[in-house]
């Protein structure tokens, strides 16, 4: 059985007004996640996302990487245990 992990993941740079959040919604769709991605007041990106960690690394790199637009200086990962939490993978404003 595949490893369930937890992953929320704040991405820093040139990431807000460049369709980032759409980016990262379709990502983790494809991957067959859970979870959400939000922008905050701070310029920086919140993604919380739960499923296979495998799934969830490879995110992570798509995260690295970004949208045509972007510029993705900095993507900080705290890993926790897989809670179940969401039904679905949604974009919050």
């Known amino acids: 059985m595949p490893e369930m992990a ?9 990431v807000q007004g460049v369709f980032f959040r759409a980016y990262v919604s379709r990502s983790a769709k494809a ?8 922008n905050l007041p701070n310029g920086k ?7 296979n960690k495998e799934k ?8 690295q990487i970004g949208p045509p637009e972007a510029v993705v200086e900095k ?5 926790s245990d897989y809670t ?5 993978f949604e974009i919050r404003y």
């Open 31 to 38: 991957l067959g996640l859970k979870g959400y991605v939000r």
């Open 56 to 63: 969830l690394e490879n995110l992570v790199k798509q995260l």
């Open 75 to 79: 993507v900080e990962t705290i890993w």
């Open 45 to 51: 990106v919140e993604v919380r996302a739960e499923g």
């Open 6 to 14: 937890s992953l929320k993941a704040i991405v820093e740079g040139y």
């Open 84 to 88: 179940g939490t969401f039904a679905n």
